[in-house]
């Protein structure tokens, strides 16, 4: 079967693989910085991980889809491996910020509320736990221990506790049964077309509704923090902002999914086989900004 837009695609493939080589460079070198800073990399593993694998993924995807434009037949094989490369990439970037957020509500939790105030008030000191000449009783310091509890019992961090575990855990799995089910639709798809109509359609098709619930439902958990929490209001908002341009690259794999992947009639939306501009528009350019938006906030927190 004959490619059309060759050169388009291998326009839009050369640039994915330069683009996110140079997006890697940079978050290794953004994560340098702030270790030199005096942060520590243990903090965000596992947001790191997910952001090597996510940038890696979109790289082998460029190298693929260049190897499978440039062979003179069809290679079944190849065009799966550069479909699943492409599609499953929205589930790692959406779960890097669900790790980044939190990250951030772990750390910010975890400062004193009341430093300032306890410093103004062991001002008048001794070194020796004194104020003005009379020794600590223990009724004084169980007093002071209690004071320091209610403090940070009345953190504004509190009220977002209940969010570190069960929305996250749970938009989670829904993004890992994304994942799974693209690659297992995918990797069952037929060059002669047959399952244009099957099983395979139809895990595809779930996948792509998965990914929107995914992104969705990440997007209300970061509104409920930033209104709750003031502290981590500014990250939230960035976070919202790079959910809100993944929603676009939601949009194309609705088309495709919907549309259907038949090599015999295919769609403008499929990968390889329809418009370059419409998945250079709706696919590639709202990742790489989403990508962008994460490195921003990974300098800025």
């Not at 695609?9 to 978050?27: E, N, R």
């Not at 600590?136 to 940070?152: M, R, Y």
Request: with cysteine; net charge neutral.
């Amino acid at each position: 079967m004959d490619l059309q837009h060759t050169n388009g695609w291998k326009a839009i493939s050369g640039s994915q693989l330069g683009l996110f080589v140079l997006a890697i460079g940079a978050f290794i070198c953004i994560t340098v910085i702030q270790v030199r800073k005096g942060f520590k990399i243990k903090t965000i593993l596992p947001f790191f991980i997910l952001m090597i694998i996510f940038n890696g993924v979109k790289i082998v995807g460029g190298i693929l889809g260049l190897v499978f434009l440039g062979n003179d037949h069809f290679n079944n094989g190849l065009f799966i491996a550069t479909y699943i490369c492409d599609s499953i990439s929205l589930g790692f970037i959406t779960r890097a910020i669900s790790s980044l957020v939190q990250d951030v509500m772990t750390k910010k939790s975890q400062t004193p509320v009341g430093g300032d105030d306890n410093d103004v008030i062991d001002s008048d000191s001794d070194t020796n736990g004194s104020i003005r000449g009379f020794t600590k009783g223990p009724e004084d310091e169980e007093s002071a221990h209690h004071h320091n509890v209610s403090e940070v019992s009345i953190s504004p961090f509190s009220r977002v506790e209940n969010l570190k575990k069960a929305p996250f855990k749970i938009l989670t799995v829904v993004l890992i049964a994304a994942v799974i089910t693209n690659i297992i639709g995918t990797s069952q798809l037929e060059s002669d077309g047959s399952s244009s109509n099957s099983t395979e359609q139809t895990l595809i098709k779930v996948s792509a509704v998965l990914f929107v619930v995914g992104v969705v439902g990440l997007i209300a958990v970061l509104v409920h923090i930033s209104i709750t929490a003031s502290h981590c209001a500014c990250i939230a908002q960035i976070l919202i902002a790079a959910l809100v341009v993944l929603i676009v690259r939601c949009v194309y794999s609705l088309l495709s999914a919907f549309h259907g992947i038949n090599f015999n009639s295919p769609s403008e939306y499929i990968l390889m086989f329809g418009k370059p501009k419409f998945y250079g528009c709706l696919a590639l350019y709202p990742e790489i900004l989403a990508n962008i938006i994460l490195l921003i906030a990974h300098y800025k927190w």
